[in-house]
């Protein structure tokens, strides 16, 4: 995959978590000034390379994301006792 295609893909599934591509960095200590410097614009053709640490810790970051709602929309189908 190259660069664009990975950045597109986080915000994809960003979206799809609803959680704001600000809030996915913060939680993966990534300042969301550097993915927004990873896209490619007009104002920057070139955009500087991402590192696969970060890329890695935004995808971790997803993936748990993904588990806490497949939890919490586990726990909703449990019976509570009495």
Avoid at 33 to 57: C, M, V, Y
Avoid at 69 to 78: C, I, N, S, Y
Wanted: aromatic share 4%.
């Amino acid at each position: 995959m190259d660069q664009q295609t990975i950045v597109q893909d986080i915000a994809r599934r960003a979206k799809a978590s609803r959680i704001s591509i600000a809030e996915l960095c913060r939680r993966a200590g990534i300042h969301p000034d550097t993915f927004q410097n990873w896209k490619k614009t007009e104002r920057n053709p070139n955009p500087p390379g991402a590192n696969l640490h970060s890329i890695g810790a935004l995808y971790r970051e997803l993936d748990k994301i993904d588990a806490e709602d497949a939890e919490r929309l586990a726990g909703r189908g449990k019976a509570v006792a009495a």
